[in-house]
Protein backbone atom coordinates (compact mmCIF):
# COMPACT_ATOMS: atom_id res chain seq x y z
CA UNK A 1 0.00 0.00 0.00
CA UNK A 2 1.43 3.31 -1.02
CA UNK A 3 1.34 6.18 2.12
CA UNK A 4 2.20 9.50 0.31
CA UNK A 5 2.80 12.28 2.38
CA UNK A 6 2.35 16.17 1.48
CA UNK A 7 4.07 19.01 3.34
CA UNK A 8 1.76 21.93 3.36
CA UNK A 9 0.14 25.12 4.70
CA UNK A 10 -3.45 25.29 3.01
CA UNK A 11 -3.49 29.35 4.08
CA UNK A 12 -6.21 28.43 2.72
CA UNK A 13 -6.88 25.46 0.99
CA UNK A 14 -7.97 26.16 -2.94
CA UNK A 15 -8.70 24.19 -6.08
CA UNK A 16 -5.25 24.34 -6.87
CA UNK A 17 -4.35 22.18 -3.54
CA UNK A 18 -7.25 19.26 -4.67
CA UNK A 19 -5.40 19.35 -7.93
CA UNK A 20 -2.30 18.21 -6.33
CA UNK A 21 -4.33 15.96 -4.48
CA UNK A 22 -6.10 14.16 -7.46
CA UNK A 23 -3.20 14.34 -9.46
CA UNK A 24 -1.13 12.41 -6.38
CA UNK A 25 -3.74 9.72 -6.68
CA UNK A 26 -4.10 9.38 -10.03
CA UNK A 27 0.06 8.59 -9.94
CA UNK A 28 -0.20 6.25 -7.18
CA UNK A 29 -3.39 4.92 -7.10
CA UNK A 30 -6.67 5.62 -5.73
CA UNK A 31 -6.39 4.06 -2.47
CA UNK A 32 -3.09 5.41 -1.76
CA UNK A 33 -3.22 6.34 1.86
CA UNK A 34 -2.74 10.52 2.34
CA UNK A 35 -0.62 11.86 5.33
CA UNK A 36 -0.20 15.78 5.56
CA UNK A 37 2.75 17.79 7.50
CA UNK A 38 1.18 21.06 7.86
CA UNK A 39 2.01 24.73 9.42
CA UNK A 40 0.08 24.98 12.56
CA UNK A 41 -0.49 28.86 13.75
CA UNK A 42 2.50 30.42 12.10
CA UNK A 43 3.48 29.99 8.76
CA UNK A 44 7.11 30.16 6.20
CA UNK A 45 5.31 34.13 5.03
CA UNK A 46 6.35 35.41 8.56
CA UNK A 47 2.97 35.74 9.24
CA UNK A 48 -0.62 33.91 10.98
CA UNK A 49 -2.73 31.77 9.05
CA UNK A 50 -5.83 33.10 8.08
CA UNK A 51 -7.54 30.38 9.30
CA UNK A 52 -6.99 28.23 12.44
CA UNK A 53 -4.99 24.98 12.29
CA UNK A 54 -7.93 23.17 13.32
CA UNK A 55 -10.37 24.37 10.36
CA UNK A 56 -7.67 24.04 7.66
CA UNK A 57 -7.12 20.73 9.76
CA UNK A 58 -11.06 19.71 8.37
CA UNK A 59 -10.22 20.95 4.85
CA UNK A 60 -7.56 18.57 4.33
CA UNK A 61 -9.69 15.50 5.72
CA UNK A 62 -12.34 16.35 3.76
CA UNK A 63 -9.97 16.71 0.76
CA UNK A 64 -9.23 12.80 1.24
CA UNK A 65 -5.84 13.03 3.96
CA UNK A 66 -6.34 9.97 6.36
CA UNK A 67 -3.86 11.99 8.88
CA UNK A 68 -2.69 15.66 9.78
CA UNK A 69 0.07 16.35 11.52
CA UNK A 70 1.43 19.76 12.79
CA UNK A 71 4.70 21.36 12.01
CA UNK A 72 5.26 23.48 15.16
CA UNK A 73 5.57 26.91 14.57
CA UNK A 74 9.38 27.53 15.26
CA UNK A 75 9.76 25.05 12.47
CA UNK A 76 7.37 26.33 10.18
CA UNK A 77 8.14 30.02 10.78
CA UNK A 78 11.70 29.38 9.00
CA UNK A 79 13.38 29.68 5.73
CA UNK A 80 13.08 26.86 3.02
CA UNK A 81 16.09 24.38 4.10
CA UNK A 82 14.82 24.43 7.93
CA UNK A 83 10.90 24.54 7.25
CA UNK A 84 11.56 21.56 4.51
CA UNK A 85 13.84 19.35 6.80
CA UNK A 86 11.57 19.73 10.05
CA UNK A 87 8.80 18.23 8.11
CA UNK A 88 10.48 15.52 6.74
CA UNK A 89 12.33 14.58 10.12
CA UNK A 90 8.34 13.93 11.50
CA UNK A 91 7.68 11.94 7.95
CA UNK A 92 10.93 9.93 8.45
CA UNK A 93 9.77 9.70 12.13
CA UNK A 94 6.30 7.83 11.27
CA UNK A 95 8.62 5.18 9.32
CA UNK A 96 5.59 3.90 7.13
CA UNK A 97 5.58 7.28 4.26
CA UNK A 98 6.44 5.39 1.39
CA UNK A 99 5.66 8.78 -1.18
CA UNK A 100 6.33 12.52 -0.80
CA UNK A 101 4.47 14.58 -3.07
CA UNK A 102 5.03 18.04 -3.30
CA UNK A 103 4.35 20.76 -5.91
CA UNK A 104 6.77 22.58 -8.61
CA UNK A 105 6.41 25.26 -10.95
CA UNK A 106 8.75 22.95 -13.32
CA UNK A 107 7.28 19.36 -12.85
CA UNK A 108 10.53 17.38 -14.07
CA UNK A 109 11.38 15.60 -11.36
CA UNK A 110 14.67 14.42 -13.11
CA UNK A 111 15.59 18.25 -13.62
CA UNK A 112 15.00 19.27 -10.12
CA UNK A 113 16.79 16.15 -8.65
CA UNK A 114 19.96 17.05 -10.70
CA UNK A 115 19.69 20.74 -9.40
CA UNK A 116 19.19 19.93 -5.76
CA UNK A 117 22.94 17.86 -6.21
CA UNK A 118 24.63 21.29 -6.88
CA UNK A 119 25.76 23.53 -4.28
CA UNK A 120 22.92 26.24 -3.57
CA UNK A 121 25.27 29.08 -4.66
CA UNK A 122 25.54 27.59 -7.94
CA UNK A 123 21.89 27.16 -8.36
CA UNK A 124 20.09 30.20 -10.22
CA UNK A 125 17.30 31.84 -8.61
CA UNK A 126 14.24 29.62 -8.47
CA UNK A 127 10.65 30.11 -8.59
CA UNK A 128 8.87 29.30 -5.08
CA UNK A 129 7.84 26.14 -5.31
CA UNK A 130 10.91 24.93 -7.18
CA UNK A 131 12.68 26.45 -4.42
CA UNK A 132 10.87 24.29 -1.66
CA UNK A 133 10.82 21.12 -4.15
CA UNK A 134 14.97 21.33 -3.96
CA UNK A 135 15.11 21.25 -0.50
CA UNK A 136 12.78 18.59 -0.19
CA UNK A 137 14.92 16.76 -2.47
CA UNK A 138 17.80 17.28 -0.27
CA UNK A 139 16.15 16.50 3.20
CA UNK A 140 14.62 13.22 1.60
CA UNK A 141 18.79 12.06 0.86
CA UNK A 142 19.57 13.00 4.65
CA UNK A 143 16.75 12.11 6.53
CA UNK A 144 14.56 9.39 4.42
CA UNK A 145 16.66 7.90 1.20
CA UNK A 146 13.86 5.08 1.33
CA UNK A 147 11.19 7.75 0.46
CA UNK A 148 10.31 7.91 -3.00
CA UNK A 149 9.57 11.82 -4.28
CA UNK A 150 7.25 12.71 -6.78
CA UNK A 151 6.23 15.84 -7.93
CA UNK A 152 2.89 17.47 -9.55
CA UNK A 153 3.25 20.46 -11.76
CA UNK A 154 1.77 23.33 -10.43
CA UNK A 155 -1.35 24.97 -12.22
CA UNK A 156 -3.07 27.83 -11.84
CA UNK A 157 -2.05 31.27 -10.92
CA UNK A 158 1.75 31.52 -9.66
CA UNK A 159 3.13 31.61 -6.23
CA UNK A 160 1.82 35.47 -4.74
CA UNK A 161 0.32 36.51 -8.08
CA UNK A 162 -2.72 38.24 -9.02
CA UNK A 163 -4.82 35.17 -8.73
CA UNK A 164 -6.29 31.74 -8.18
CA UNK A 165 -3.27 31.45 -5.31
CA UNK A 166 -3.18 31.19 -1.76
CA UNK A 167 -1.92 34.56 -1.28
CA UNK A 168 -4.09 36.04 -4.11
CA UNK A 169 -7.37 34.77 -1.57
CA UNK A 170 -5.87 36.10 1.54
CA UNK A 171 -5.55 39.70 0.10
CA UNK A 172 -9.12 39.22 -1.28
CA UNK A 173 -10.48 38.36 2.04
CA UNK A 174 -9.06 40.47 4.11
CA UNK A 175 -9.91 43.82 1.97
CA UNK A 176 -13.60 42.29 1.41
CA UNK A 177 -14.65 40.66 4.63
CA UNK A 178 -15.81 37.98 2.17
CA UNK A 179 -14.70 34.58 0.50
CA UNK A 180 -15.04 34.16 -2.76
CA UNK A 181 -17.01 32.20 -4.65
CA UNK A 182 -14.67 30.05 -6.22
CA UNK A 183 -12.97 28.68 -3.31
CA UNK A 184 -14.18 24.99 -1.82
CA UNK A 185 -15.02 24.23 1.92
CA UNK A 186 -17.82 27.15 1.93
CA UNK A 187 -19.25 25.61 4.80
CA UNK A 188 -16.40 25.50 6.59
CA UNK A 189 -15.73 29.20 5.83
CA UNK A 190 -19.51 29.91 6.92
CA UNK A 191 -18.93 28.96 10.81
CA UNK A 192 -14.97 30.24 11.02
CA UNK A 193 -16.72 33.32 9.46
CA UNK A 194 -20.00 33.26 12.02
CA UNK A 195 -18.39 32.22 15.02
CA UNK A 196 -15.78 35.10 14.37
CA UNK A 197 -12.94 33.17 14.00
CA UNK A 198 -11.93 34.31 10.56
CA UNK A 199 -10.34 36.06 8.66
CA UNK A 200 -7.03 36.05 11.14
CA UNK A 201 -5.21 39.07 10.87
CA UNK A 202 -1.69 39.60 12.47
CA UNK A 203 -2.28 43.47 11.53
CA UNK A 204 -5.19 43.58 14.35
CA UNK A 205 -1.58 42.95 16.52
CA UNK A 206 0.52 45.78 14.64
CA UNK A 207 1.26 47.73 18.18
CA UNK A 208 1.88 44.96 20.35
CA UNK A 209 4.41 43.61 17.70
CA UNK A 210 6.44 47.06 17.08
CA UNK A 211 5.97 47.50 21.32
CA UNK A 212 7.68 44.16 21.49
CA UNK A 213 10.73 44.83 19.45
CA UNK A 214 11.32 48.13 20.73
CA UNK A 215 11.87 46.43 24.20
CA UNK A 216 14.52 44.01 22.65
CA UNK A 217 17.76 44.64 23.15
CA UNK A 218 20.44 43.99 20.11
CA UNK A 219 21.55 40.90 21.41
CA UNK A 220 18.02 39.76 21.68
CA UNK A 221 17.74 40.42 17.55
CA UNK A 222 21.25 38.15 17.41
CA UNK A 223 19.50 35.16 18.63
CA UNK A 224 16.48 35.43 16.52
CA UNK A 225 16.26 32.00 14.22
CA UNK A 226 17.61 32.20 10.87
CA UNK A 227 19.01 36.17 11.09
CA UNK A 228 22.30 34.80 10.03
CA UNK A 229 25.65 36.65 11.05
CA UNK A 230 25.26 39.74 8.42
CA UNK A 231 23.90 43.22 9.01
CA UNK A 232 20.34 42.10 9.88
CA UNK A 233 20.35 41.72 13.11
CA UNK A 234 21.67 45.40 13.39
CA UNK A 235 18.93 46.74 10.85
CA UNK A 236 15.97 45.37 12.70
CA UNK A 237 17.14 46.63 16.28
CA UNK A 238 17.38 50.18 14.55
CA UNK A 239 14.05 49.86 12.55
CA UNK A 240 12.12 48.82 15.57
CA UNK A 241 13.13 52.43 17.20
CA UNK A 242 12.05 54.47 14.15
CA UNK A 243 8.92 52.54 12.46
CA UNK A 244 5.40 53.48 13.23
CA UNK A 245 3.53 50.66 11.55
CA UNK A 246 4.23 47.47 10.46
CA UNK A 247 4.74 48.24 6.71
CA UNK A 248 7.10 50.86 7.74
CA UNK A 249 9.27 48.26 9.67
CA UNK A 250 9.63 46.09 6.64
CA UNK A 251 10.41 49.24 4.19
CA UNK A 252 13.33 49.84 6.69
CA UNK A 253 14.80 46.84 7.04
CA UNK A 254 14.03 45.79 3.35
CA UNK A 255 17.45 45.41 0.98
CA UNK A 256 18.42 43.27 -2.06
CA UNK A 257 19.53 41.23 0.59
CA UNK A 258 17.28 40.70 2.96
CA UNK A 259 13.95 39.24 1.38
CA UNK A 260 10.72 40.66 2.55
CA UNK A 261 9.49 37.55 3.75
CA UNK A 262 12.80 36.70 5.47
CA UNK A 263 12.45 39.94 7.50
CA UNK A 264 8.35 39.12 8.26
CA UNK A 265 9.64 35.54 9.65
CA UNK A 266 12.67 37.43 12.05
CA UNK A 267 9.86 39.90 13.26
CA UNK A 268 7.15 37.41 14.08
CA UNK A 269 10.19 35.44 15.49
CA UNK A 270 10.69 38.06 17.52
CA UNK A 271 7.47 38.81 18.80
CA UNK A 272 6.81 35.39 19.55
CA UNK A 273 9.66 34.88 21.64
CA UNK A 274 11.42 32.50 19.36
CA UNK A 275 14.89 31.22 19.55
CA UNK A 276 17.74 29.57 17.81
CA UNK A 277 17.45 26.78 20.14
CA UNK A 278 13.69 26.12 19.64
CA UNK A 279 14.22 25.55 15.89
CA UNK A 280 16.30 22.79 16.30
CA UNK A 281 14.97 19.59 14.86
CA UNK A 282 11.13 18.99 15.93
CA UNK A 283 10.72 17.48 19.63
CA UNK A 284 7.46 15.89 19.13
CA UNK A 285 5.29 14.59 16.78
CA UNK A 286 1.40 16.52 17.22
CA UNK A 287 -1.81 15.00 15.57
CA UNK A 288 -4.12 17.80 14.17
CA UNK A 289 -6.63 15.58 12.32
CA UNK A 290 -8.07 12.18 11.70
CA UNK A 291 -10.50 10.64 8.84
CA UNK A 292 -12.04 7.80 8.19
CA UNK A 293 -9.32 5.54 7.21
CA UNK A 294 -6.54 7.63 9.92
CA UNK A 295 -7.43 4.89 12.89
CA UNK A 296 -5.37 1.66 11.33
CA UNK A 297 -2.36 4.23 10.05
CA UNK A 298 -2.21 5.58 13.75
CA UNK A 299 -1.98 1.66 15.02
CA UNK A 300 1.34 0.84 13.21
CA UNK A 301 2.95 3.76 14.41
CA UNK A 302 5.77 3.69 16.73
CA UNK A 303 6.96 6.98 17.26
CA UNK A 304 5.09 8.41 20.80
CA UNK A 305 2.46 10.77 19.61
CA UNK A 306 0.34 13.98 21.01
CA UNK A 307 -3.29 13.98 20.74
CA UNK A 308 -4.13 15.44 23.44
CA UNK A 309 -2.54 19.21 23.89
CA UNK A 310 -3.94 19.31 27.56
CA UNK A 311 -1.55 16.89 28.86
CA UNK A 312 1.57 18.08 26.90
CA UNK A 313 1.15 21.48 28.44
CA UNK A 314 4.99 21.68 28.92
CA UNK A 315 6.06 20.17 25.28
CA UNK A 316 3.29 22.54 23.36
CA UNK A 317 4.37 25.64 25.34
CA UNK A 318 5.25 27.41 22.64
CA UNK A 319 2.70 26.48 20.38
CA UNK A 320 0.23 27.47 23.19
CA UNK A 321 2.33 31.28 23.30
CA UNK A 322 1.41 31.56 19.75
CA UNK A 323 -2.52 30.05 20.01
CA UNK A 324 -2.95 32.82 22.40
CA UNK A 325 -1.61 35.91 19.86
CA UNK A 326 -3.34 34.47 16.88
CA UNK A 327 -6.66 33.91 18.74
CA UNK A 328 -5.96 38.15 19.43
CA UNK A 329 -6.30 38.74 15.58
CA UNK A 330 -9.11 37.25 14.73
CA UNK A 331 -12.08 39.44 14.33
CA UNK A 332 -13.50 38.30 17.78
CA UNK A 333 -10.68 37.94 19.71
CA UNK A 334 -10.73 34.75 22.38
CA UNK A 335 -9.69 34.28 25.95
CA UNK A 336 -6.25 32.76 26.52
CA UNK A 337 -5.85 29.00 26.36
CA UNK A 338 -7.39 28.02 22.93
CA UNK A 339 -4.49 25.12 22.67
CA UNK A 340 -5.46 23.82 25.64
CA UNK A 341 -9.10 23.20 24.52
CA UNK A 342 -8.89 22.40 20.51
CA UNK A 343 -8.61 18.82 20.39
CA UNK A 344 -8.24 16.33 17.23
CA UNK A 345 -10.15 17.76 14.20
CA UNK A 346 -12.33 13.66 13.14
CA UNK A 347 -14.59 12.79 9.84
CA UNK A 348 -15.70 9.50 9.67
CA UNK A 349 -16.24 9.98 5.76
CA UNK A 350 -15.46 12.96 3.23
CA UNK A 351 -18.24 14.24 0.94
CA UNK A 352 -16.00 16.76 -0.79
CA UNK A 353 -16.51 15.98 -5.20
CA UNK A 354 -12.93 17.17 -6.31
CA UNK A 355 -13.26 18.81 -9.80
CA UNK A 356 -11.47 16.74 -12.89
CA UNK A 357 -7.76 16.68 -12.46
CA UNK A 358 -7.14 18.44 -16.04
CA UNK A 359 -7.75 21.93 -14.36
CA UNK A 360 -8.13 23.05 -10.74
Known sequence: MNICAVIAEYNPMHWGHLYHIAQTKKKLGAETRLIAVMSGHAVQRGDFPILT???RTRMALE???DLVFELPAAHACACAERFARSAVD???RLEMVTHLSFGSESGDLDALQALSLLPPEEIPKGTPNNVLALEYLRALRCKAPS????TVRRQGGAHDGLKDCASAYR???LRTGRVP???????IWRAEIKAGRAPISLVKQEGAVLSTLRRMTAADFWALPDVGGGGLAQRLFHAAGEARTW????HLVKTKRYTLARIRRCVLAAFLGMSEKMAAAPPHIRLLGIGERGGELLSVIKEPIISRPAAHKDALSL???VTDQLSLCMPKPEAAGLEWRSGVVRIHSSTLVIRPPEMP
Open 63 to 65: AGF
Open 247 to 250: EELL
Open 171 to 173: KRI
Open 319 to 321: ESA
Open 53 to 55: KSA
Open 147 to 150: ITPI
Open 90 to 92: IIA
Open 181 to 187: SGLPFAD
